[in-house]
Every structure is written in C-alpha cells, then in structure tokens.
C-alpha cells in the first residue's frame, strides 16, 4: 500500500521533463491504453487469488494442510510445480496466485517465501517459450518454442536443484 501511494508521487517529483501537465497528459492519453492487458492480467491473478482462498477455506476437508510444514521438501516440489506451468504456458502471477493462499497457512518464512515466488519466476521466464521473452525470440528470431524449450530444459532443472540447496542450506 506503501509503494501504490509513494510511487506515483516520487514518478511525478522526479520527472526529468520540462513540463510535468505535457508529461503526465501524454502517459496518461497514450501511454496506460497500451499496457492495458497487463493491468487485466494482475487484476485476474488477484482475484483468482481471492476464489482460490474462498475455496480452500470453503472445503477444508480437501485442503486440509495441518500435517504440513513448509519443509524444504514442499518447497522443492512447489518449486517443481511452478516451473512446469511455467513452462506450458501458465503465467506466474497466476501460479503466485494459485501457490500463495494454499502455503500461507503454514506460516512460511516469508524470505522463504519471496524467494520461492522469485526462483520460480526466474527459472520458468528464462525456460519457457511462452513467456514474454520466449514469444520476443519466437516472433523477431523465428526460433521455434520447443526449441527453446528443449534448449532451456537443462538450466531449468540444474537452477531448480541449486534454488532447492539453497533453501536448504541458507534459508
């Protein structure tokens, strides 16, 4: 809540522009239409978000996570599971979005936690060929998506050993 507030008015006071109304006019009228799908996309993962809770909440027999700790072990495989649907297309903001209100009633480490988000992000972007990145070298390089799945199969498991030792062994 911090940042939605402070980040608007440091963007303002920090412009390096003549006019701060021109600017602002311009951003505004042409700049926010164009990002409209990624504001669509966080909104949905947030309230996918939402119903997922719902759910879990709703059907506890289900989701009945009081066996549980967030071992290094249930980081691996979330960890493992990210990556895939990651890979076969699933953004991350929904697999946050789907990962965040199952594991938040373990009570995680919440570095434990951010790390888990970001080492899932990182190795499923650079690993997929249908993130943002894989699409931008599919469309301007003309490399086939499997090709660059096929090529980033073997980063994808060796980050995903080492992010897995990592939290072993540091966090």
């Not at 209100?101 to 888990?116: A, K, V």
């Not at 997929?128 to 998506?145: E, F, V």
């Amino acid at each position: 809540m911090l940042i939605c507030i402070l980040a608007p008015i440091a963007a303002i006071l920090l412009m390096r522009t003549q006019s701060r109304q021109k600017s602002l006019s311009h951003f505004v009228n042409h700049k926010l239409p164009q990002i409209g799908s990624q504001f669509a996309l966080f909104l949905g993962a947030g309230v996918f978000s939402s119903g997922i809770s719902a759910i879990i909440l709703s059907y506890p027999q289900f989701f009945n996570l009081d066996t549980f700790t967030f071992s290094p072990l249930l980081f691996s495989l979330t960890l493992a599971a990210m990556i895939i649907a990651g890979v076969i297309g699933i953004h991350l903001v929904v697999s946050v979005a789907i990962a965040s209100p199952m594991l938040l009633p373990l009570n995680p480490d919440p570095t434990q936690l951010g790390f888990l988000f970001l080492s899932a992000w990182a190795i499923a972007a650079g690993s997929s060929g249908l993130t943002g990145l894989g699409l931008l070298m599919t469309s301007r390089y003309q490399i086939p998506t499997r090709t660059i799945i096929n090529n980033s199969r073997h980063y994808a498991v060796l980050m995903w050993l080492l992010c897995s030792l990592i939290n072993c062994f540091f966090l």
